[in-house]
């Protein structure tokens, strides 16, 4: 993230988890760029996990294979984005990574299942519906979950007014860019990034952020940072997952929209695989 912005050309919004196969396009005049964070080389956030696909089959699982992010929330359940799945990979072609840099390749966890939102339509990363996973890992990480929140607590922030001014961290290993003149994709080396987006919208279904830099003086996410965790940036919040890393605008550099966890209809889902507030 230090850096900012790929793009698909098949579509106006993307998921931020899909392949920037396209070529780079001129930036329209005047655009800003956008720093989408630094990188977690503290390890202050030790539960957010990158998932890797072995796509070529050689069982190495290496650190450009990953392909979404996720955050612990049980010792064996982790939280991500349905639409990571849409390509329906075997599980036995599936890792989860908790190193903060991918590189150092000293943990490859084996996944047991995985499981989707029920309401989630394969290809719809739609912010009127849930678009939610959990991944089952074969046995127990020695890493503090991140917490889930109670039922509605957006809802109630919102209410009491202390969203209007909110800031969110954004976690993610997700593809970085710059604008030079043109859109340039970067690979973050690989690092577990964070970033801060200041709130733009609440909706039944989905959290809105703002990502542009020059309005807002903040950062954002972009293609591989799907499923990550997004946290409120306040006292008794910072290790809350309020809503997970879902789509926005194709540049990444202006929304991004993200998939509550805290609504009946996600909580329905979760308490089937770990114990809610």
């Given at each position: 993230m230090n850096r900012v912005v790929p793009l698909?050309?098949?579509?106006?919004?993307?998921?931020?988890?899909?392949?920037?196969?396209?070529?780079?396009l001129l930036a329209?005049?005047?655009?800003?760029?956008?720093?989408?964070?630094?990188?977690?080389?503290?390890?202050?956030?030790?539960?957010?996990?990158?998932?890797?696909?072995?796509?070529?089959?050689?069982?190495?699982f290496a650190a450009d294979?990953?392909?979404?992010?996720?955050?612990?929330?049980?010792?064996?359940?982790?939280?991500t984005a349905a639409h990571c799945f849409d390509s329906g990979p075997e599980t036995a072609s599936l890792r989860v990574s908790f190193d903060p840099d991918l590189r150092t390749n000293t943990q490859r966890l084996v996944v047991k299942r995985y499981a989707l939102h029920p309401d989630y339509q394969a290809g719809n990363e739609?912010?009127?519906?849930?678009d939610l996973a959990v991944v089952v890992l074969s046995r127990r990480v020695a890493i503090t979950p991140m917490m889930l929140p109670a039922?509605?607590?957006?809802?109630?922030?919102?209410?009491?007014?202390?969203?209007?001014?909110?800031?969110?961290?954004?976690?993610g290993y997700g593809l970085?860019?710059?604008?030079?003149?043109?859109?340039?994709?970067?690979?973050?080396?690989?690092?577990?990034?964070?970033?801060?987006?200041?709130?733009?919208?609440?909706?039944?279904?989905?959290?809105?952020?703002?990502?542009?830099?020059?309005?807002?003086?903040?950062?954002?996410?972009?293609?591989?940072?799907?499923g990550g965790p997004k946290v409120l940036d306040r006292d008794g919040y910072r290790n809350l997952v309020v809503a997970v890393m879902v789509t926005g605008d194709m540049r990444c550099r202006a929304t991004s929209w993200n998939s509550r966890v805290d609504t009946e209809?996600?909580?329905?889902?979760?308490?089937?695989?770990?114990a809610l507030p």
């Open positions: 698909l050309l098949a579509a106006l919004t993307v998921g931020a988890c899909a392949d920037p196969a396209a070529p780079a329209p005049e005047g655009i800003a760029l956008i720093v989408n964070g630094s990188p977690d080389a503290a390890n202050a956030w030790p539960a957010v996990g990158a998932l890797l696909r072995d796509r070529n089959g050689d069982g190495t294979e990953r392909f979404c992010t996720g955050a612990l929330i049980s010792p064996t359940v982790v939280l739609s912010r009127d519906t849930p039922s509605g607590v957006l809802d109630v922030l919102q209410k009491d007014g202390a969203l209007t001014d909110a800031s969110f961290f954004n976690l970085d860019a710059t604008l030079t003149g043109r859109t340039v994709y970067y690979n973050n080396f690989y690092l577990r990034m964070t970033s801060r987006s200041p709130f733009m919208a609440l909706i039944p279904s989905s959290l809105g952020l703002l990502q542009n830099q020059r309005v807002t003086g903040g950062g954002g996410t972009c293609y591989g940072d799907s209809e996600a909580r329905s889902f979760l308490r089937q695989f770990v």
